[in-house]
Structures are given as C-alpha cells and as structure tokens.
T-cell receptor, first 114, second 111 residues
Framework: DVKVTQSSRYLVKRTGEKVFLECVQDMDHENMFWYRQDPGLGLRLIYFSYDVKMKEKGDIPEGYSVSREKKERFSLILESASTNQTSMYLC?????????????FGDGTRLSIL | GEDVEQSLFLSVREGDSSVINCTYTDSSSTYLYWYKQEPGAGLQLLTYIFSNMDMKQDQRLTVLLNKKDKHLSLRIADTQTGDSAIYFCAERRLNDYKLSFGAGTTVTVRA
C-alpha cells in the first residue's frame, strides 16, 4: 500500500513565524502535491513538483514556497505565517505518467496561526 | 474549484441509496475520480471512471458518466453509518497530472 506521511497532525504557530510542513512518500512517486482544504472551497492546489528540485505553482501559491531535495520528500514553507493561512494542509503523490494514476493522500496537517 | 461543482450537503437514511452528483466543464477531462474523506483523515480514493465509459460498478458503488452533459454521479447502495463522510469529485484533464476538485459533498447518514 502507498504510504504518504505528513509529519504533524496538528500544529499551532504564531503570526510571522516561518513554518515548515513535511511530507514523505514511500512509493517512488515522481509527482508530489500540496493542497489546502477550507470548508466550502474544497481542495486548492498550492504547489506541485514533478521531479527532484522541480516545482510549479498551483492555483494559490502566494505566501508559500516549497522544497524538493529528495524524491521522497516534499516540504511546504510558510515564509511568514499569517492568520489567513490557518487551514488543513494535505500532501499527495502520484506517478508521473498521464494515464490513470490517482493521487494518494496523507492524513493532513491542521495548522492554526495565532 | 469552480470547474467542478457539487452540492454541499446530502442527508440519507440508513439502508437507502445515496446519490452524489457532480458537474464539470472541461470536455478534455480524461479520468474522473471519487474520493472519500472521513473526519480528521486525508482523502481515500474510492473509484474512478475513464471518460469513454458510461458506467462503472464496484460492490455497493456505481459511477455514472454522462459525457454530453458533463455530469458524474456516485451511487452508494444500502448506505451505512460508516458512509458518513465528505465525498469529493475530481477531474483530470488530457495531458495533465493535476486534478481539479469540487468543494465536496458532506453525506450524513441518519438512523
């Protein structure tokens, strides 16, 4: 079974802090994704990566950056956390081929910015 | 996202069938997915359908696709309390490995 592991289930940080969310997958997937989930808005793509050191902006990249130094690990960085970044963050991974390759999700990190 | 739309809530009695509807806008969508999210958890892939299919059945789940109307539905037969969750519809477009998700339908199963 595919395992996508997010380092924290719950996280509380203060406004202005630099926040790191970590995600690790064990299936040698090329693609990795970061989403945020807000009630009534569904999942919105922040950034994704299709290979080591490669990244592309999603729909809402402002205020975020990412790092992919190793294939299995994809980090989301909030450079200076703000209260409007309080949300559920979901990491996902998939194979690169554009056939039917579903995304597999971690359990999410619920981040609160005070 | 606004390209994929779902109603937000559905209440169903235990033992009845649930039908969750989804509409999408991009005719180049190749695969359409249904994911389930239980409270406090991530998304679990339930099933998917390729755009050249009309129907797919998997145990209690039936997916219907009307490509002309760009309408997708998920039917859950004999709905159980464990089916209470948020259900997300998602589309994958041609030559794209990103998914576009709907806002999710919260299904509540009442006794």
């Amino acid at each position: 079974d595919v395992k996508v592991t997010q380092s924290s289930r719950y996280l509380v940080k203060r406004t202005g802090e630099k926040v790191f969310l970590e995600c690790v997958q064990d299936m040698d997937h090329e693609n990795m994704f970061w989403y945020r989930q807000d009630p009534g808005l569904g999942l919105r793509l922040i950034y994704f990566s299709y290979d080591v050191k490669m990244k592309e902006k999603g729909d809402i990249p402002e205020g975020y950056s990412v790092s992919r130094e190793k294939k299995e690990r994809f980090s989301l960085i909030l450079e200076s956390a703000s209260t409007n970044q309080t949300s559920m963050y979901l990491c996902a991974s998939s194979f690169r081929q554009v056939s039917n390759q579903p995304q597999h999700f971690g359990d999410g990190t619920r981040l609160s910015i005070l | 996202g606004e390209d994929v739309e779902q109603s937000l809530f559905l209440s169903v009695r235990e033992g009845d069938s649930s039908v969750i509807n989804c509409t999408y806008t991009d005719s180049s969508s190749t695969y359409l997915y249904w994911y389930k999210q239980e409270p406090g958890a991530g998304l679990q892939l339930l099933t998917y359908i390729f755009s050249n299919m009309d129907m797919k059945q998997d145990q209690r789940l039936t997916v219907l696709l009307n490509k002309k109307d760009k309408h997708l539905s998920l039917r859950i037969a004999d709905t159980q309390t464990g089916d209470s969750a948020i259900y997300f519809c998602a589309e994958r477009r041609l030559n794209d490995y990103k998914l576009s998700f709907g806002a999710g339908t919260t299904v509540t199963v009442r006794a």
